[in-house]
Structure formats: C-alpha cells, structure tokens
C-alpha cells in the first residue's frame, strides 16, 4: 500500500499544514523549513504514530514544544505526556537538558 493512502487523507493534510502554519506565526524561529507537501505528510505520520522525538529531531526541539503547546491548549494532556516522556528520554539517553517548556 502507498504511504500517501495508509496516513494520510486532504482533510489531515490541510490541518497539518494550518498547524505549521500556526506554528509559525506564534514563534517564527520554530519552523527553520520550508513547508512541502513532503513535511506536511511526514509530520502527519509521525503525530499518527506518536514519534514526537522523530519530530524534534528532524524539525527542532522549538517546533516540538510548539506541539506540545497546541495540545496544551487543546487540553489533550495524554498526548502532552507522552512528548514530555520522550524527550526526557532523549536527555537521558544523550546526557542532554533540553526543556520539556
């Protein structure tokens, strides 16, 4: 099966691309990338598979917790969770600090 027609749909394209969107007028400095539709449908996938660590690491520590801030928002604390846990995994693992904030 195509990646295009496992995760993805226009309707969660579009509302990733308003995400990014967002993203980048609250903080500017978040979103270092170009948005293509190859982003769009990457950071599709790995919201749906919850690899938040994937997406610090190929978008920025900012960008994520720009994530986290729209779940926040959204009071989806579950998902808010679980960006927190792997990113103190990431700092155990690579003796790192970064801010879960």
Same mark, same amino acid.
């Given at each position: 099966?195509? +990646?295009?027609?496992?995760?993805?749909?226009?309707?969660?394209?579009?509302?990733?691309?308003?995400?990014?969107?967002?993203?980048?007028?609250?903080? !500017?400095?978040?979103?270092?990338?170009?948005?293509? !539709?190859?982003?769009?449908?990457?950071?599709?996938?790995?919201?749906?598979?919850?690899?938040?660590?994937?997406?610090?690491?190929?978008?920025?520590?900012?960008?994520?917790?720009?994530?986290?801030?729209? +779940?926040?928002?959204?009071? #989806?604390?579950?998902?808010?969770?679980?960006?927190?846990?792997?990113?103190?995994?990431?700092?155990?693992? +690579?003796?790192? #600090?970064?801010?879960?904030?």
């Amino acid at each position: 099966m195509e +990646f295009d027609k496992l995760f993805s749909s226009t309707n969660e394209d579009t509302a990733v691309r308003i995400m990014i969107y967002e993203i980048r007028e609250r903080n !500017p400095s978040a979103v270092k990338f170009t948005v293509t !539709p190859g982003d769009v449908k990457t950071i599709l996938l790995y919201l749906k598979t919850r690899k938040y660590d994937t997406i610090m690491y190929l978008y920025g520590h900012p960008f994520l917790l720009e994530i986290l801030k729209m +779940f926040e928002e959204n009071e #989806n604390y579950e998902e808010c969770s679980e960006i927190v846990k792997q990113i103190k995994e990431h700092n155990k693992l +690579f003796e790192n #600090n970064i801010s879960t904030k």
